[in-house]
C-alpha cells in the first residue's frame, strides 16, 4: 500500500495523519504539544502521534513511503533542522528535527514551514484548487500567512506571506514579535490569552478561564474560545471581533496589493469558528477594499484542521498530485 505520513505542528497540537495516493485520510490522531522539555520531547511526541495513526490504519511506519513534517519556526529544509520555534518549549538553537523523527519512526522523513505546508494542502487538494490566485490566513496561536500566485506558492526570499506581522496599527498593541500594531497583537492566540490575563487581573469578568480549567486547559485553546463563544461570553465577544477587524483590515490590504481571487481562512480558531466568522471577515474586509464591487471569495480552509497535515503529507516525493481543474481553467482562458 503507497501509504504516507503527515504531521503539523503547532504551538498547542500536534495532529498525524496516515493518507493513501489518492490523498484519503486512513487515520488520524492528535496530541497536546508537551510544554516543557525542549526539541527532543516535542520530536518523541510527534512520532508517539504518528506511530499511534499508523497502528490504527493497520501499517507500520517504517514501511510508509515518507512522512512530511510542518513546523513552525525557521525550517532548513536542506539540514533537516528546526530553530527558533518560540512557541514551542526552549527551541530556539537549530535542531535536527528529519534526522531525529526518521531514526524514531523508520522513515524518511521531509520538512516543511507549517503555514507553507497547509496552503499547498489547501492549493492541490482544498479550497484554493480552482483559483489561480489567493491568499492563506493561518488564525491559531499565531497568524500566519501564505500567497499563491499562477497556481505556485509565493516564497520570495524566504519571508513572503508573513501576514499576521501586517502593521495594522501604528504604535498599537505588543506584538509576540516584538514589534507593535500587528494582526498578530490582535488575534493571534497567544496574544489575545495575553490580553485576557492582564483584564482578569484588572477585574474584567469572564468564563475563559474557567472554561479552560473545566477542560483541563493550560492554555486558552481554540475549544475553549469557541465555547465562551457559545456561551456569549461578552468579554470574549468583544475579543473575538478586536481580532476579527485586526484580520480584516490585514486581509484587505494584502487583496489590495495584489488583487488575488479568494481568501482561504484555516488554522485552529479559523477551522473551529468556521463559515460564520468568515463571514464576518468578509464583511469587515469591504470597507478596506479598494474594489469593494469585487471582493475575493472568501473561503474556510476545505481541508478543515487536518489542512497542515494532509499538506505535510505532501512533501514526500513523488506525492503532490496531478491539477486537471486548474489546467482545464488555464487552456479554457488560454483559447
Not at 51 to 72: D, H, N
Not at 293 to 313: D, F, T, W
Amino acid at each position: 500500500m503507497h501509504t504516507r505520513g503527515g504531521i503539523d505542528l503547532g504551538g498547542t497540537k500536534i495532529q498525524a495523519v496516515i493518507v493513501d495516493a489518492e490523498h484519503r485520510v486512513l487515520a488520524e490522531r492528535r496530541t497536546s504539544t508537551p510544554t516543557t522539555g525542549g526539541p527532543r520531547e516535542v520530536a518523541a511526541a510527534m512520532a508517539n502521534t504518528l506511530t499511534s495513526a499508523a497502528t490504527e490504519a493497520g501499517v507500520e511506519t517504517s514501511s510508509l513511503l515518507g512522512v512530511g513534517v510542518g513546523s513552525p519556526g525557521h525550517v532548513d529544509v536542506r539540514q533537516g533542522t528546526v530553530a527558533n520555534a518560540n512557541n514551542l518549549p526552549n527551541w530556539k538553537e537549530p535542531f535536527h528535527l528529519a534526522a531525529a523523527l526518521s531514526e524514531l519512526l523508520g522513515a524518511p522523513v521531509e520538512l516543511g514551514n507549517d503555514v507553507g505546508v497547509a496552503l499547498d494542502g489547501e492549493a492541490y487538494l482544498g479550497a484554493g484548487r480552482t483559483y489561480e490566485s489567493f491568499v492563506g490566513l493561518w488564525w491559531g496561536t499565531g497568524i500566519g500567512g501564505g500567497v499563491v500566485l499562477r497556481h505556485e506558492r509565493w516564497l520570495g526570499r524566504g519571508a513572503s506571506g508573513e501576514i499576521g506581522h501586517m502593521v495594522v496599527k501604528r504604535n498599537g498593541a505588543r506584538c509576540p514579535c516584538g514589534r507593535r500594531g500587528c494582526v498578530e497583537a490582535y488575534a493571534g492566540r497567544r496574544a489575545m490569552e495575553a490580553r485576557a490575563r492582564r483584564d482578569v487581573a484588572r477585574g474584567e469578568k469572564t468564563e475563559l478561564f474557567e472554561i479552560m480549567e473545566k477542560k483541563g486547559r493550560t492554555q486558552l485553546s481554540s475549544g475553549v474560545i469557541a465555547k465562551a463563544l457559545e456561551r456569549e461570553d461578552e468579554y470574549t465577544t468583544w475579543l473575538i471581533e478586536r481580532a476579527v477587524a485586526a484580520v480584516a483590515a490585514g486581509l484587505a490590504s494584502a487583496c489590495n496589493l495584489l488583487d488575488v481571487e479568494a481568501v482561504v481562512i484555516g488554522g485552529g480558531l479559523g477551522s473551529r469558528l468556521g463559515e460564520p466568522y468568515a463571514a464576518k471577515i468578509q464583511a469587515a474586509m469591504l470597507p478596506h477594499l479598494f474594489t469593494p464591487e469585487r471582493p475575493p471569495a472568501v473561503h474556510v480552509a476545505g481541508l478543515g484542521e487536518l489542512a497542515g497535515a494532509i499538506g505535510a503529507s505532501l512533501l514526500v516525493p513523488g506525492a503532490k498530485p496531478h491539477e486537471p481543474a486548474k489546467r482545464e481553467r488555464s487552456a479554457s482562458r488560454a483559447r
